[in-house]
């Protein structure tokens, strides 16, 4: 199925996406759309990041919630306040030419709770949340999620490997008279399966996007074997030769960051760090920065960019292999958006080469020397 409109999606919401450029489904969505459609029951959907999940959920989901009816309809489970927010941008985007007028609010540690408590006083049939600020709006008796008719949780293996078991948990059980939950995840640790047995049906339908079908097909894949001693050097070399390019370096650590940013910063280099010790102000400051394009690089821990969403980024330099492969796709991903060519620069030693040379096949791709 070539189109959205051949998908099944209505035609009000067609041009909504044709509006924001987006007008042939990624796999994920291909697969998804037509059974969340027409069934819409428990739904398990594995893909990486960066494949268009929000709308594989996102459009089926605005077909099914009642604009006439003023209570929370839907629920979405999101691990950062990025990405939760990128939820509701998106989801409100998608609506602009909806025949039905639909109320979303994004709930997220980092923002006034007060605030928020007053926003959901008013109608909101559709409500993103992060699991600990849900938590909190919970105890408070803020929210009332007994009319909920749909769970979706979003990179749930993220929000496990962040501790928030207990208030996904919660969700479940609040939820509980829900017609359906739709989970994605890029990974299915033995943790989200036992979660998988208690919030749905026995075998729910599920998708399963391979890491061959996720790769951006702009993307330039490139490697260097640069000695880690001689690697800020390298780093300083390259993004002198970048003139008005903007682009993401990735670190392991935060401490990693911190070092390579100081170090480029006496260089003269045009560079902010975003590290998971950063207040929420800090982290939102630097974003801002970044966005607004005052600031030309940004170095990053994989946990601390999650949901980044910055268009037109030139190239992804990698400082080291991520720890886990599925997250090269997830960093690489971030350049070479909305059909724009863009780079992918691994840094390795000499004993990685066998690591770089299993990930290629794993993913199908090719890495040229630099």
Known sequence: MSDFQSLGVPADLVKGLDELGIRKPTPVQAQSIPYLL???????????????KTAAFGL??????????????????????????????????????????TFLEVVAGGDKIDLQIARLRRPTQILVATPGRLYDLLQRRAVNLEHVQYLILDEADEMLSMGFKPQIKDAIEITKNRKATWLFSATFPDALKELVKVCMAPEPKTVKIGSKSVVNR??????????????????DAFLSRQDEKRGLIFCRTKDG???????????????????GDLT????????????????????ATDVAARGIDVADLSFVVHHQLPEQDEYYTHRSGRTARAGKKGLSLVLIDKREEKRLNNLAKQLGIYFGPA
């Open 218 to 235: 702009d993307i330039d894949h490139r490697y260097a074997v640069v000695a880690k001693e001689d690697k800020t050097d390298f780093i």
């Open 257 to 275: 960051c911190d070092m390579l940013g100081k170090k480029l910063k006496k260089e003269g280099h045009s560079v902010d760090v975003l590290q």
């Open 60 to 101: 089926p989901l605005l077909t099914k919630i009642s604009g006439k009816k003023e209570h929370i309809q839907a629920l979405i489970l999101a691990p950062t306040r990025e990405l939760a927010k990128q939820i509701g941008k998106a989801l409100f985007k998608f609506t602009k030419y909806a025949d039905e007028r």
């Open 280 to 299: 929420q102000w800090e982290r939102d400051k630097v974003m801002r920065a970044f966005k607004k394009e005052r600031t030309q690089f940004l170095i």
């Open 38 to 52: 027409e069934k819409g029951h428990d739904f398990v959907g594995q893909a990486q990041t960066g494949t268009g």
